[in-house]
């Protein structure tokens, strides 16, 4: 039975627990931006130096993905897993508890190994560990992800910015309870390792679909941040109220959130690959539609329902194209992390070129440039295939 996978990798409450844990990252990752107006009172910050706590915990994000994949193949799935939880409890609690602003970045980039780690973590998992039905259940899992986003925005606005501290030492404390019942019910080994490919079919087919894969993520995540970043101002500088803007740009997320269930029963009839077509084109057709004022709110939200399932829904397209490279995963999800990282200040420096309204001719480029990577794939994957 190809579903057995499932109970081979994941028990039932291992999933459960799994999900809990990308509320968990979705949160901790949606913290930092709300909380800068207390971190800013409490440290005596600019706005940039206020940033950088959310850098350093992307930069974290990063090296942390790198680093549990060096290991990988030497843990555990477990210890992989209560490993990455450990590091989350340990950089949200500094944060919260630290005394100086030296001390928060570095809880930030520890919390942020720990963020890469589960984002690495069980995404690789969920993409070999239900069979058949792992699209499906990487967009659940990602779904997830969305909710915590949306929470930890609103759990600091119900606090307040100056008790972000008791935020930051919640999601450590979920973390720390995670770190014992997210790592039970997950098989130690995946037992149906791929195959080992022939050394006359590696290189340069492996190197141009992984290339290809590395910059379709860079490309999808650097239109989703852009977006995220970019819409309030773009739709304030065309006649919208900031509370409209800021409104519109909730749904933008929310719809990425919805984007991801609703997809799921559509990925146990589709290949990977057609769906991603379907939102790359979908994307870029409502991204040229945001250049009209009067529909603009809505296209981004279309925007967001379309790219929902592009990064859960392409990492089994990658591990089918890829069986032989059984970490190519990693690099994939660290590269998108780079994206979201460089996409908005490379972003700004067109608007400033071009000005506010060239918003969505810029997105539209990325998303174009998605499409055709899309389709260049597709035909690459097809013909190593035969």
């Known amino acids: 039975m190809k579903s057995s996978a499932a ?36 440290f ?18 990063v090296a942390g993905v790198l680093a549990f ?13 209560a490993w990455s939880y450990a590091l989350m409890a340990a950089g949200g609690a500094g944060f919260a508890l630290a005394p100086n602003w030296p001390l928060a970045l ?24 239900f069979g058949d039905r792992s699209t499906a259940m990487l967009n659940v899992l990602n779904a997830h992800f969305g909710i915590g986003a949306v929470l930890g925005p609103a759990v600091v606005a119900w606090l307040g910015p100056d008790d972000y501290p008791y935020a930051f030492g919640a999601c450590a404390a979920l973390a720390a309870v995670l770190v014992f019942a997210g790592s039970s019910g997950v098989r130690t080994r995946v037992s149906d390792d791929p195959p080992a490919e022939s050394p006359e079919r590696k290189g ?4 141009r679909v ?25 739709l304030e500088t065309v006649g919208y109220t900031a509370t409209v803007a800021a409104s519109a740009t909730s749904v933008y997320w929310l719809m990425m959130t919805a984007g991801r269930f609703l997809v799921v029963p559509i990925t146990l009839r589709y290949a990977p690959e057609r769906i991603l ?11 040229l539609l945001a250049l009209v004022k009067g529909v603009a709110p809505v296209a981004y939200a279309g925007v967001g329902l379309f790219i929902a399932p592009v990064f859960p829904t392409g990492l089994p397209w990658l591990n089918k194209a890829l069986p032989q490279a059984k970490r190519a995963g990693a690099w994939v999800i660290a590269a998108s992390m780079t994206g979201g990282v460089a996409a908005p200040p490379l972003l700004g420096v067109g608007i400033e070129a071009y000005g506010i309204h060239a918003v969505p001719w810029l997105l539209t480029v990325l998303s174009a440039a998605s499409l055709l990577a899309t389709v260049w794939l597709i035909r690459l994957t097809r013909r190593s295939a035969s």
Do not use: K
């Open 204 to 207: 340069l087919g492996l190197s």
């Open 106 to 129: 570095t809880a930030a980039f520890l919390a942020g190994l720990g963020f890469g780690g589960i984002d690495y973590g069980l995404n690789q998992l969920f993409a070999v560990g």
């Open 277 to 287: 077509a379907v939102c790359a084109a979908g994307m870029t057709v409502c991204l």
């Open 210 to 234: 992984l290339v290809g894969f590395l910059v379709l993520y860079i490309l999808n995540v650097a239109v989703e941040a852009g977006v995220g970043g970019w819409e309030p101002t773009h």
């Open 44 to 61: 005596g910050l600019s706005p940039s130096g206020a940033g950088l706590g959310l850098s350093l915990h992307f930069t974290g994000g």
């Open 69 to 81: 994949n060096a290991i990988h193949s030497r843990i555990s799935n477990r210890a992989l897993l």
């Open 7 to 42: 109970d081979r990798l994941f028990a039932r409450s291992a999933a459960v627990a799994s999900c809990v844990g990308f509320i968990l990252i979705g949160m901790l990752q949606a913290l930092y931006g709300p909380a800068i107006p207390g971190l800013r009172h409490e």
